[in-house]
């Protein structure tokens, strides 16, 4: 019999041949002053799959993604991305490693002075020289009606709501192709209808694209909605790793109290 | 320094986030240390200074944005560099006339307006004004786009934000200063010429000839050039404290005020050191 907390069987299978971890994070440890925000975490994800970082608010969720996109510096430990570690990389080395990325900020970070088209296009004009304007343009439009957001292409970020401004930001960090996505906390502050489109959004794209994606939320329904894999910290420290049953079967008391109260 | 975001002495990039982890040096140093916040935020220039330099040197270079930011420092600073080298221009004839005349050397006042202006005031009332207007044009910006993480996002689109955020900046500034002196001295000789005929007619002729009487180059185009330095530091400054600001809204005043105050203190501060560079190399 099923149950509220069954994984719906959407998501895309991740690779099998090889099992090569397209991200690999080992021993990682971040402190702000005086405080550890990540004690020594290790994880990885393969091509095609999504794993789902919950956790409590302050618990280095997002800190995680920053330090694999390399916009924070670890303490210590390794990031491996494709198998290059990128610890002490100069800026433009880790731009081209960048360039395999895709990152949607928790409040989506579009760039307020220009409209949402030329938000989109901003990737493609510094890293795609060799398109023509139209072909950009012919892009950026296809990579807004994949995300919904068709017609909207002169449109200012200040005019359009938070679900739209991720949707666009959505949209910016598929914008060259990335082999791995990184989402924070997608669907954050959007109301339930919204939060299901952006949940569904993902899906399709990670059906359709086959990334590596690393999605960080509080939003335990969207999280077993969309990935392959949760990963639950606390305190800096990755408590519970696994399929949702995993979480569901664990005797461990903060993993039950955490899904109690989502 | 103690800041791990700025291990690039040691040649390695990395990201302006990094630096989020320590609280920002500020220039008066906190209360515990003034010393160190001193030293430390001259460090941190000194890096962020190395950081735009190599950016800036090394491809994919920024054009349109550097074309962009030519007109923002620029064109969009003339009206207000004009109109200040106006009321100089007037302000230098009144005086001049007047402390001249004391002297019984009125014959020296064509001479001594185009001297107070091309040498001296032209440049420092430009540096000023731009300083005003642009420094904290940048330092907003700039500090705004860094606490709604569109600098972050820059940099994680692969784009490096030393290239196109502050190379471009910074040069503009570098290039449009002595466009923009030429701007203000123009205006200042005019008018005063203009203030000095209403009371003593004087052709603009007899008043050019006679004050670039036995001028040369030395005399004006030091002067004038020495304003890329001041556009060297209105830029860097600027773009600077834009680029670290923490602490939303008022991160952003704090920048806006500070791009502004330091801007203007090291121009007057550089000032004394180029005036005295000029004297000793072009006599």
């Known amino acids: ?262 | 320094m103690s800041d791990r975001g700025f291990t690039a002495v040691a040649g390695v990039n990395l990201p302006l986030a990094g630096r989020r982890n320590r609280p920002s040096p500020s220039f008066a140093g906190s209360a515990a240390g003034p010393v160190n916040g001193f030293f430390e935020w001259f460090g941190s220039l000194g890096i962020f200074s190395w950081q735009v330099l190599k950016a800036a040197v090394t491809p994919p270079y920024e054009w349109r944005e550097l074309i962009r930011q030519l007109d923002e420092v620029g064109s969009k600073s003339l009206p207000l560099v004009a109109m200040a080298g106006a009321a100089i221009g007037v302000i230098i004839s009144l005086e001049a006339r007047y402390s001249l005349s004391r002297f019984g050397a009125k014959s020296m006042f064509p001479a001594t307006l185009v001297y107070s202006v091309i040498q001296v005031m032209g440049p420092i009332i430009t540096g000023l004004v731009v300083s005003g207007r642009v420094g904290a044009g940048i330092g907003a910006e700039l500090a705004s786009m860094k606490v709604t993480e569109q600098i972050d996002a820059i940099e994680a689109s692969a784009i490096n934000p030393y290239r196109l955020l502050a190379s471009t900046r910074i040069l503009a500034c570098v290039l449009m200063l002595p466009m923009l002196t030429l701007a203000t001295d123009a205006c200042a000789l005019v008018t005063g010429w203009f203030a000095q005929n209403l009371v003593e007619p004087l052709s603009f002729h007899q008043f050019i000839s006679s004050g670039f009487n036995g001028a040369t180059f030395n005399a004006f185009l030091p002067p004038t050039f020495k304003t890329a330095v001041y556009g060297l530091i209105i830029g860097l400054i600027a773009c600077f404290q834009g680029m670290r600001t923490r602490g939303g809204a008022e991160g952003v005043g704090r920048a806006a005020t500070n791009s502004v105050v330091l801007g203007s203190l090291f121009l007057i501060l550089a000032d004394v050191v180029l005036v005295k560079f000029i004297l000793v190399f072009f006599p």
């Open chain 1, 1 to 262: 019999m099923a149950t509220a907390y069954d994984i719906p069987a959407k998501q895309a299978e991740p690779e099998q041949d090889g099992r090569a971890s397209v991200v690999a994070v080992e021993n990682l440890r971040k402190t702000f002053a005086s405080h550890t925000v990540l004690n020594g975490i290790s994880l990885s994800v393969s091509r095609g799959e999504t794993l789902a970082v919950l956790g409590r608010s302050g618990t280095g969720k997002s800190v995680l993604l920053r330090l694999i996109i390399g916009l924070e510096t670890p303490d210590s430990g390794s990031i491996r991305i494709h198998g290059q570690d990128i610890a002490g990389l100069a800026l433009d080395r880790m731009g081209e490693i960048r360039k395999k990325m895709g990152f949607l900020f928790q409040h989506a970070a579009l760039y307020d002075s220009l409209t949402v088209g030329e938000n989109v296009a901003f990737p493609l004009v510094h890293h795609r020289r060799d398109m023509s304007r139209s072909e950009r343009g012919d892009r950026v439009e296809q990579l807004l009606a994949e995300v919904g957001m068709e017609g909207n292409l002169d449109a200012m970020p200040s005019d359009i709501s938070g679900g739209m401004q991720k949707r666009v930001g959505l949209a910016r960090a598929l914008a060259l192709e990335p082999e791995i996505l990184l989402l924070d906390e997608p669907t954050a502050g959007l109301d339930p209808i919204s939060s299901g489109e952006i949940g569904d959004l993902i899906l399709k794209l990670q059906r359709e694209r086959r990334m590596a994606s690393i999605v960080v939320t509080h939003d335990l329904h969207s999280a077993r909605t969309i990935a392959n894999r949760l990963a639950l910290l606390d305190q800096g420290n990755v408590v519970i790793e696994g399929r949702f049953e995993d979480l569901q079967q664990s005797d461990i008391e903060f993993v039950k109290e955490f899904l109690r109260q989502s």
